[in-house]
């Protein structure tokens, strides 16, 4: 497929952060949030359920719509290869920080690629992009007071690494900087550029 104006592409997410992260290839998107069930499966390991989720998502769009790009992400967080959930609420999070304080967590982003023009010859492509962070050995009188101020109970890990949740890490390990923050664009670029699209076009 040779490079094209950008066809209709979609962002299947409701968050915020992965919206402001595509804004920044300054391509025309819309944003579809996708309604499944993001549980995981008995003895599912974490990138895959992050990777079946993100192609659930852009599956339930693609149900939707036509003709379109639908980009689907997932996150999930480990410690101990077991999986850590968005908190919810105040006490879950202290919880979680508590338990990750001095210890390294693994973001397991999982992103895809959904392509469903009649056309097209790279029609799903999905990656898992893994991150691992260490988490800054605080007392828990600064965890709590970070919790008051930011309050990511939206965040798996219950820190946004965007905001002053930096303040709670000591190393960051990756490929893609953007992982993290729930949308690897990298990887996004790399697959854009397979479905045809020009990120570069005056």
């Known amino acids: 497929m040779?490079?094209?104006l950008v066809p209709r592409l979609i962002l299947a997410s409701g968050s915020a952060y992965r919206k402001e992260l595509l804004s920044r290839l300054q391509l025309p998107f819309e944003v579809m949030s996708p309604d499944i069930d993001e549980s995981p499966l008995d003895n599912e390991k974490p990138a895959e359920t992050a990777l079946r989720l993100a192609e659930a998502k852009a599956k339930a769009i693609a149900k939707l719509v036509d003709s379109s790009l639908i980009i689907g992400s997932d996150q999930v967080a480990t410690l101990d290869h077991e999986q850590i959930g968005k908190p919810g609420d105040h006490a879950r999070a202290l919880a979680q920080l508590k338990?990750?304080?001095?210890?390294?967590v693994?973001?397991?982003?999982?992103?895809?690629l959904l392509d469903n023009r009649t056309a097209s010859t790279a029609p799903l492509q999905i990656e898992s992009?893994?991150?691992?962070?260490t988490f800054r050995d605080l007392p828990?009188?600064?965890?709590d007071a970070y919790l008051q101020i930011e309050k990511p109970y939206d965040c798996a890990g219950s820190a946004k690494n965007e905001g002053?949740?930096?303040a709670l890490i000591d190393h960051i390990r990756s490929d893609d900087p953007t992982a993290l923050t729930g949308l690897p664009?990298?990887?996004?670029?790399?697959?854009?550029r397979a479905?045809?699209?020009?990120?570069?076009?005056l």
């Open 195 to 201: 479905a045809g699209v020009r990120l570069f076009t």
């Open 185 to 192: 664009l990298i990887a996004l670029t790399r697959m854009l």
């Open 129 to 133: 992009v893994a991150t691992t962070v």
């Open 164 to 166: 002053l949740g930096i």
């Open 106 to 112: 693994i973001f397991h982003t999982a992103l895809c």
């Open 2 to 4: 040779s490079p094209s």
């Open 99 to 104: 338990k990750m304080r001095g210890r390294e």
């Open 140 to 143: 828990d009188a600064e965890l």
